[in-house]
């Protein structure tokens, strides 16, 4: 994550912990009044009250910053499929694959097709056979 990214997540948190400690004392302070009303009037029924406009758009407001400072901070997504994701990585390499702070991924592992063009190819069969019937006639002849 950058540091523009880590801001706006902590200002979002700051926001939010600010939504969280107005509605609690809110809540607070209506049951403190309430209680005080069932005090002095007993027949009159405790009236409950809904939160502020200003506490539920707050919460609103640092919910949306906390989202935007955590999706700008995450790493560039992968392609879904594999073709395109290792045509990616035998163009660019490590390069494609640093993070924001400039490091290479763990999971980097570097050409996925490595294995398969480093194998052995398929055995040619009957080339083996002529190779074979070829050295034998010239072994043969060599002996006589």
């Known amino acids: ?13 700051v926001l939010l912990t600010h ?5 609690h004392e809110h809540s607070a302070l209506q049951s403190h009044r309430a209680a ?11 009236t409950t009250s809904s939160l502020p406009i200003d506490i539920a758009i707050e919460t609103v407001i640092a919910t949306f910053v906390i989202c935007l400072g955590l999706v700008t901070g995450t790493n560039q997504l992968r392609p879904i499929q594999w073709r395109v994701w290792a045509g990616k990585i035998e163009r660019e390499g490590e390069a494609g694959f640093k993070n924001n702070s400039g490091e290479v991924e763990k999971d ?14 398929f055995i040619d ?3 083996q056979r ?13 002996t006589t």
């Open 1 to 13: 994550m950058t540091w523009i990214s880590k801001s706006t997540t902590t200002l979002g948190l």
């Open 108 to 121: 980097y592992v570097g050409n996925p097709f490595r294995l398969l063009e480093s194998r052995p190819g």
């Open 130 to 142: 002529n190779e074979f019937a070829t050295w034998m006639k010239a072994k043969g002849t060599e």
């Open 125 to 127: 069969i009957r080339k």
């Open 36 to 46: 005080s009303l069932s005090s002095l009037a007993s027949t009159q029924l405790g």
């Open 19 to 23: 939504a969280c400690y107005s509605a």
